[in-house]
């Protein structure tokens, strides 16, 4: 096709969930209502976490830096999506849109990348506890969040550059409520091509890496556990990765419906549901399942909570004494 013949796009409208027009009133209280969910639960389990000298190990500096993305990939999102459901639909520069998907994508990868090293955690503590010590150490973790964040994000930069490589020339019209790759791939006038085939490369290597590499650090978990003789101890010792299986299912579960599978498999209002799981429900869900499923966890926050207790009656008490 000639690009010559049509204009460069600088602005596009996100048509949101134009199927649900005359329920957005509630749907916007109801999004608006899980974010604030999302951003305050993961923001405790940061302030938790590192307020607390107990939770200082390797499992929960990767459950911190993963609150971190999740806070990051929410609001990178959610905030525009309120806004285009409020509006039914809402303009966005085409700068800020291929933003988004940067750092949509970006974020997406660095999640895997911490499931995947929260599994081998749990494998080296269950089923190699001589050498989780000398293996995991608090040093190493630090290194190793702060690489798969370096890598995620510069992997991701390889997409975007191809992808500001091509002429945008319409139609300015996206049929989503956010900037997700084959939305803004069908406002180009160019050949998309080369861009698919890296894009397809780049996520479904990080999407199965991750994933098979998450099955087989269970797979030898569940050898090491089968091998405990009393079933008491075998529950135990299952409890304490349960949380993060749990996560692990519904963050893949959604993640391989939206990616992996061909999307002209499904119809819009189908995709954009699909999407809606993975973007908004499985962050609120991750939080909750931690939170919930997690007893050191909740007694780092019942000491963070006695501890403000004490500080504001002896701050009361400061301001009555003469």
Avoid at 241 to 248: D, E, F, G, Q, R
Avoid at 255 to 281: A, D, G, Q, R
Wanted: with cysteine; glycine share 4%; hydrophobic share 45%.
């Amino acid at each position: 096709m000639k690009e010559d013949n049509y204009s460069r796009i600088t602005e596009v409208w996100l048509t949101g969930m134009d199927h649900l027009q005359t329920s957005r009133i509630f749907l916007f209280i109801f999004f608006l209502m899980i974010y604030m969910i999302i951003v305050t639960g993961n923001l405790l389990i940061i302030s938790v976490i590192t307020s607390e000298h107990c939770l200082h190990s390797p499992m929960y500096m990767f459950l911190c830096s993963l609150s971190l993305s999740e806070v990051a990939f929410t609001t990178n999102l959610i905030p525009k999506f309120l806004h285009v459901l409020w509006e039914n639909g809402a303009a966005i520069n085409l700068g800020n849109c291929l933003a988004q998907f940067y750092l949509c994508g970006s974020l997406g990868a660095t999640e895997c990348f911490i499931f995947a090293s929260m599994s081998y955690d749990r494998y080296l503590a269950i089923s190699k506890p001589l050498h989780y010590c000398s293996v995991m150490s608090f040093a190493f973790c630090g290194k190793l969040v702060l690489f798969l964040w370096v890598c995620a994000f510069i992997s991701m930069s390889i997409t975007l550059v191809m992808v500001t490589q091509l002429q945008f020339c319409g139609p300015k019209i996206i049929d989503h409520y956010f900037c997700d790759f084959a939305p803004i791939l069908k406002l180009s006038c160019s050949d998309t091509y080369a861009v698919e085939i890296e894009t397809f490369i780049f996520t479904s290597s990080v999407i199965l890496f991750t994933f098979l590499f998450v099955i087989g650090t269970y797979i030898c978990i569940i050898i090491s556990i089968m091998k405990i003789p009393s079933s008491t101890g075998r529950w135990k010792t299952f409890s304490t990765c349960s949380s993060h299986l749990a996560a692990v299912c519904t963050y893949y579960g959604t993640l391989f419906s939206v990616y992996v599978i061909p999307t002209h498999s499904f119809s819009s209002t189908v995709s954009k549901t699909l999407s809606l799981i993975y973007t908004v429900v499985t962050p609120m869900f991750n939080p909750i399942i931690y939170s919930l499923r997690n007893e050191h966890f909740k007694s780092g926050v019942q000491k963070c909570l006695r501890k403000s207790f004490i500080r504001k009656e002896g701050h009361l008490l400061g301001h009555l004494t003469p």
